[in-house]
């Protein structure tokens, strides 16, 4: 069974900066991507923050570059998101994925999500 689980949101000034965890454990034999996702607003679709696929180039959204920067340590089964200089419009509910081969099946896990809130 793999398990998701992120960390580090909270309450925030503007201009201020936070840095999520994010921690897959399990049977894992391989991590493939790791992803970060966020939902603005309750009933809204999660929106694609950040991305990086094993050996690949992380991908930003537009909304986000120059701000965020995502890294990961597969040894270490983790992802980071350290976000700067936050505005109101990042005010939501982060979400971690990660698809992992475990068990020799592939699949998409999500962790519960972490709340960060950015106050004017």
């Known amino acids: 069974q793999v398990q998701v689980e992120e960390s580090g949101g909270g309450l925030v000034q503007a201009g201020g900066s936070l840095r999520l965890s994010c921690i897959v454990s399990?049977?894992?034999?391989?991590?493939?991507?790791m992803a970060w996702y966020r939902q603005q607003a309750p009933g809204q679709q999660r929106e694609l923050v950040a991305?990086?696929?094993?050996?690949?180039?992380?991908y930003y959204a537009d909304s986000v570059k120059g701000r965020f920067a995502m890294s990961r340590d597969d040894a270490q089964g983790t992802a980071y998101l350290q976000m700067n200089n936050l505005n109101s419009e990042d005010t939501g509910d982060y979400y971690c994925?990660?698809?992992?081969?475990?068990?020799?099946?592939?699949?998409?896990?999500w962790g519960r999500g972490t709340q960060v809130t950015v106050s004017a």
């Open positions: 399990g049977r894992i034999q391989r991590i493939n991507v």
């Open positions: 994925k990660a698809n992992v081969l475990a068990s020799w099946k592939t699949g998409n896990h």
């Open positions: 991305r990086i696929p094993s050996g690949g180039t992380t």
